[in-house]
């Protein structure tokens, strides 16, 4: 249970060192369950830029995640 609190812990730290635009885009589909396609028209950018926004905060999250 501590060490799940911990790690919480830990992936808020990693989730608020991402950039705000990838914080965004992955909080919107990951937490708010929006398609990338939702978002793209929310954020008014593409869906490439979608997917790249996500692709790299995925990136960043599982390198601060790996060094726990």
Request: hydrophobic share 45%; net charge positive; glycine share 0%.
């Given at each position: 249970l501590l060490e799940e609190?911990?790690?919480g812990?830990?992936?808020q730290?990693?989730?608020s060192n991402l950039?705000?635009?990838q914080r965004t885009a992955?909080?919107?589909n990951?937490?708010?369950v929006k398609k990338y396609k939702e978002i793209?028209?929310?954020l008014?950018?593409?869906v490439k830029a979608v997917e790249k926004r996500i692709h790299n905060a995925l990136l960043s999250l599982r390198k601060e995640i790996e060094n726990i």
């Open positions: 609190k911990e790690f812990e830990k992936l730290k990693a989730l950039s705000e635009a992955f909080s919107m990951r937490i708010h793209s028209a929310i008014h950018i593409s």
